[in-house]
Protein backbone atom coordinates (compact mmCIF):
# COMPACT_ATOMS: atom_id res chain seq x y z
CA UNK A 1 0.00 0.00 0.00
CA UNK A 2 1.55 3.53 -1.12
CA UNK A 3 2.27 5.74 1.78
CA UNK A 4 0.11 8.86 2.62
CA UNK A 5 0.96 11.99 0.89
CA UNK A 6 4.07 13.48 3.20
CA UNK A 7 2.43 16.34 5.27
CA UNK A 8 -0.44 15.29 5.66
CA UNK A 9 -1.98 13.45 8.86
CA UNK A 10 -3.22 9.64 8.46
CA UNK A 11 -6.08 10.57 10.66
CA UNK A 12 -7.94 13.82 9.64
CA UNK A 13 -10.22 15.24 11.71
CA UNK A 14 -13.88 14.82 9.95
CA UNK A 15 -15.12 17.28 8.20
CA UNK A 16 -18.74 19.12 7.67
CA UNK A 17 -19.23 21.24 4.64
CA UNK A 18 -19.08 24.07 7.48
CA UNK A 19 -15.49 22.92 8.37
CA UNK A 20 -13.86 20.57 11.31
CA UNK A 21 -16.16 18.83 13.48
CA UNK A 22 -14.99 19.21 17.55
CA UNK A 23 -13.78 16.92 19.89
CA UNK A 24 -15.41 15.09 22.04
CA UNK A 25 -14.01 16.91 25.03
CA UNK A 26 -14.83 20.22 23.34
CA UNK A 27 -18.38 19.11 23.29
CA UNK A 28 -18.26 18.17 26.97
CA UNK A 29 -16.82 21.40 28.26
CA UNK A 30 -19.25 23.46 26.34
CA UNK A 31 -21.85 21.59 27.69
CA UNK A 32 -20.79 21.59 31.88
CA UNK A 33 -20.57 25.79 30.44
CA UNK A 34 -23.84 26.16 29.21
CA UNK A 35 -24.57 24.82 32.70
CA UNK A 36 -23.49 26.85 34.49
CA UNK A 37 -24.12 29.94 32.54
CA UNK A 38 -27.77 28.53 33.34
CA UNK A 39 -27.30 27.79 36.91
CA UNK A 40 -25.98 31.36 37.33
CA UNK A 41 -29.96 32.21 37.40
CA UNK A 42 -31.09 30.73 40.39
CA UNK A 43 -28.00 31.37 42.51
CA UNK A 44 -28.34 35.07 41.41
CA UNK A 45 -32.15 35.22 42.68
CA UNK A 46 -31.23 33.40 45.81
CA UNK A 47 -28.77 36.04 47.06
CA UNK A 48 -30.95 38.16 45.99
CA UNK A 49 -33.74 37.55 47.80
CA UNK A 50 -32.01 35.33 50.91
CA UNK A 51 -28.43 36.72 51.28
CA UNK A 52 -28.75 40.44 50.60
CA UNK A 53 -32.88 40.42 51.42
CA UNK A 54 -33.80 43.21 48.95
CA UNK A 55 -35.23 41.21 46.43
CA UNK A 56 -35.25 41.53 42.56
CA UNK A 57 -35.28 45.21 42.66
CA UNK A 58 -34.02 47.84 40.55
CA UNK A 59 -30.28 48.00 42.90
CA UNK A 60 -30.60 43.99 42.64
CA UNK A 61 -27.41 41.87 41.60
CA UNK A 62 -29.92 40.61 38.96
CA UNK A 63 -30.56 44.10 37.41
CA UNK A 64 -27.01 45.00 37.86
CA UNK A 65 -25.97 41.87 35.92
CA UNK A 66 -28.61 42.49 33.02
CA UNK A 67 -26.88 46.17 32.51
CA UNK A 68 -23.08 44.20 32.47
CA UNK A 69 -23.86 41.70 29.85
CA UNK A 70 -25.83 43.91 27.60
CA UNK A 71 -22.71 46.50 27.87
CA UNK A 72 -20.54 43.29 27.04
CA UNK A 73 -22.81 42.22 24.64
CA UNK A 74 -22.59 45.93 22.83
CA UNK A 75 -18.86 46.20 23.16
CA UNK A 76 -18.44 42.89 21.36
CA UNK A 77 -20.70 43.72 17.79
CA UNK A 78 -19.09 47.05 17.85
CA UNK A 79 -15.31 45.25 17.79
CA UNK A 80 -16.86 43.38 15.17
CA UNK A 81 -18.06 46.18 13.50
CA UNK A 82 -15.18 47.89 13.17
CA UNK A 83 -12.70 44.96 12.49
CA UNK A 84 -15.09 43.25 9.87
CA UNK A 85 -15.32 46.01 7.13
CA UNK A 86 -17.40 43.61 5.21
CA UNK A 87 -19.70 42.69 7.81
CA UNK A 88 -20.32 46.79 9.17
CA UNK A 89 -23.62 47.57 8.28
CA UNK A 90 -25.33 44.24 9.67
CA UNK A 91 -22.65 44.26 13.08
CA UNK A 92 -23.56 47.89 13.72
CA UNK A 93 -27.28 47.34 13.81
CA UNK A 94 -26.63 44.03 16.19
CA UNK A 95 -24.57 46.82 18.26
CA UNK A 96 -27.55 49.80 17.91
CA UNK A 97 -30.28 47.14 18.93
CA UNK A 98 -28.42 45.88 22.36
CA UNK A 99 -27.19 49.44 23.04
CA UNK A 100 -30.85 50.47 23.05
CA UNK A 101 -31.38 47.40 25.38
CA UNK A 102 -28.55 48.58 27.74
CA UNK A 103 -30.26 51.82 27.71
CA UNK A 104 -33.71 50.80 28.29
CA UNK A 105 -32.28 48.51 31.44
CA UNK A 106 -30.16 51.15 32.61
CA UNK A 107 -33.19 53.39 32.92
CA UNK A 108 -33.43 54.03 36.90
CA UNK A 109 -29.96 55.92 36.86
CA UNK A 110 -31.39 57.96 33.87
CA UNK A 111 -34.51 58.69 35.58
CA UNK A 112 -32.59 60.56 38.06
CA UNK A 113 -32.12 63.16 35.32
CA UNK A 114 -35.43 63.31 34.71
CA UNK A 115 -38.08 60.66 34.31
CA UNK A 116 -38.44 58.67 31.37
CA UNK A 117 -34.97 60.14 30.14
CA UNK A 118 -33.46 56.88 28.51
CA UNK A 119 -35.54 57.56 25.54
CA UNK A 120 -33.22 60.40 24.67
CA UNK A 121 -30.14 59.18 24.34
CA UNK A 122 -31.97 55.94 22.97
CA UNK A 123 -33.32 57.71 20.29
CA UNK A 124 -29.65 59.17 19.51
CA UNK A 125 -28.08 55.77 19.51
CA UNK A 126 -30.64 54.92 17.15
CA UNK A 127 -30.09 57.44 14.75
CA UNK A 128 -26.00 57.06 14.76
CA UNK A 129 -26.08 53.29 14.37
CA UNK A 130 -28.69 53.46 11.10
CA UNK A 131 -27.00 55.88 9.47
CA UNK A 132 -24.20 54.07 9.70
CA UNK A 133 -25.76 50.53 8.99
CA UNK A 134 -27.26 52.63 6.00
CA UNK A 135 -23.66 54.23 4.85
CA UNK A 136 -22.46 50.42 4.88
CA UNK A 137 -26.06 48.75 3.53
CA UNK A 138 -24.06 46.57 1.07
CA UNK A 139 -22.63 44.69 4.48
CA UNK A 140 -26.01 44.05 5.71
CA UNK A 141 -28.01 41.60 4.28
CA UNK A 142 -25.51 38.63 3.74
CA UNK A 143 -23.77 39.02 6.76
CA UNK A 144 -26.90 38.90 8.69
CA UNK A 145 -27.59 35.62 6.76
CA UNK A 146 -24.54 33.95 7.08
CA UNK A 147 -24.15 34.99 10.90
CA UNK A 148 -27.47 33.15 11.11
CA UNK A 149 -26.12 29.71 9.79
CA UNK A 150 -23.95 29.47 12.68
CA UNK A 151 -24.69 27.62 15.69
CA UNK A 152 -23.03 30.71 17.78
CA UNK A 153 -26.00 33.14 16.35
CA UNK A 154 -28.66 30.32 17.28
CA UNK A 155 -27.66 31.55 20.99
CA UNK A 156 -27.83 34.88 20.58
CA UNK A 157 -31.14 34.11 19.01
CA UNK A 158 -32.61 32.07 21.18
CA UNK A 159 -31.76 35.11 24.22
CA UNK A 160 -33.31 37.42 22.22
CA UNK A 161 -36.79 35.46 21.65
CA UNK A 162 -36.28 34.76 25.58
CA UNK A 163 -36.03 38.35 26.47
CA UNK A 164 -38.38 40.39 24.01
CA UNK A 165 -41.12 37.37 24.00
CA UNK A 166 -41.04 34.87 26.34
CA UNK A 167 -40.05 37.16 29.67
CA UNK A 168 -42.66 39.75 28.82
CA UNK A 169 -45.20 36.63 28.09
CA UNK A 170 -44.47 34.25 30.75
CA UNK A 171 -43.79 37.15 33.32
CA UNK A 172 -47.27 38.92 33.39
CA UNK A 173 -49.08 39.94 36.19
CA UNK A 174 -52.22 38.68 34.96
CA UNK A 175 -50.74 34.81 34.17
CA UNK A 176 -49.54 34.67 37.78
CA UNK A 177 -52.45 36.32 39.54
CA UNK A 178 -54.59 33.20 37.25
CA UNK A 179 -51.67 30.55 39.11
CA UNK A 180 -51.72 32.22 42.92
CA UNK A 181 -55.15 33.65 43.15
CA UNK A 182 -55.89 35.03 46.19
CA UNK A 183 -51.45 34.26 47.34
CA UNK A 184 -50.36 36.83 44.54
CA UNK A 185 -47.41 38.54 45.28
CA UNK A 186 -46.17 40.56 42.70
CA UNK A 187 -42.83 40.18 43.71
CA UNK A 188 -42.77 36.64 42.29
CA UNK A 189 -44.33 37.85 39.01
CA UNK A 190 -41.10 40.21 39.22
CA UNK A 191 -38.39 37.67 40.21
CA UNK A 192 -39.24 35.14 37.31
CA UNK A 193 -39.40 37.70 34.69
CA UNK A 194 -36.19 39.32 35.77
CA UNK A 195 -34.30 35.52 35.95
CA UNK A 196 -35.77 35.02 32.53
CA UNK A 197 -34.50 37.87 31.22
CA UNK A 198 -30.98 36.95 33.30
CA UNK A 199 -30.89 33.62 31.12
CA UNK A 200 -31.47 35.51 27.75
CA UNK A 201 -29.14 38.17 28.34
CA UNK A 202 -26.33 35.04 29.59
CA UNK A 203 -27.29 33.32 26.31
CA UNK A 204 -26.81 36.55 24.35
CA UNK A 205 -23.46 37.53 25.32
CA UNK A 206 -22.30 33.71 25.47
CA UNK A 207 -23.77 34.18 21.73
CA UNK A 208 -21.46 37.04 21.09
CA UNK A 209 -18.27 35.84 22.14
CA UNK A 210 -18.65 32.78 20.14
CA UNK A 211 -19.61 34.71 17.42
CA UNK A 212 -16.75 36.87 17.70
CA UNK A 213 -14.01 33.76 17.95
CA UNK A 214 -15.74 32.17 14.96
CA UNK A 215 -15.69 35.88 13.09
CA UNK A 216 -19.15 35.99 12.89
CA UNK A 217 -20.06 33.48 9.89
CA UNK A 218 -16.99 34.30 8.17
CA UNK A 219 -17.09 30.31 7.49
CA UNK A 220 -20.07 30.08 5.84
CA UNK A 221 -19.39 32.79 3.34
CA UNK A 222 -16.23 31.57 2.78
CA UNK A 223 -18.00 28.72 1.86
CA UNK A 224 -20.59 29.51 0.26
CA UNK A 225 -18.09 31.22 -2.79
CA UNK A 226 -15.98 27.99 -3.06
CA UNK A 227 -19.21 26.37 -3.99
Not at 2 to 27: E, M, Q
Not at 217 to 224: D, K, P
Request: hydrophobic share 50%; charged share 15%.
Amino acid sequence: MADPTPGTSRNPKPRTARGVLPSLGAVIAEFALVCLLVALVPVTVYLDTTVLGDGVSEESLTEHLHNVLLAVAVAIFVLGAYRHVGMRGYLTLAATLFACMFLREYDAVLDRIQHGFWIYPALLTLTVGCLIAWRNRGTTLLPMLHHLQTRSATFVYIGVVLLLFFSRTFGTGTLWEAVMGGAYDPQVKTTVQEGIELLAYLLIVYGAVLSHLHGYGAQAALQERRL
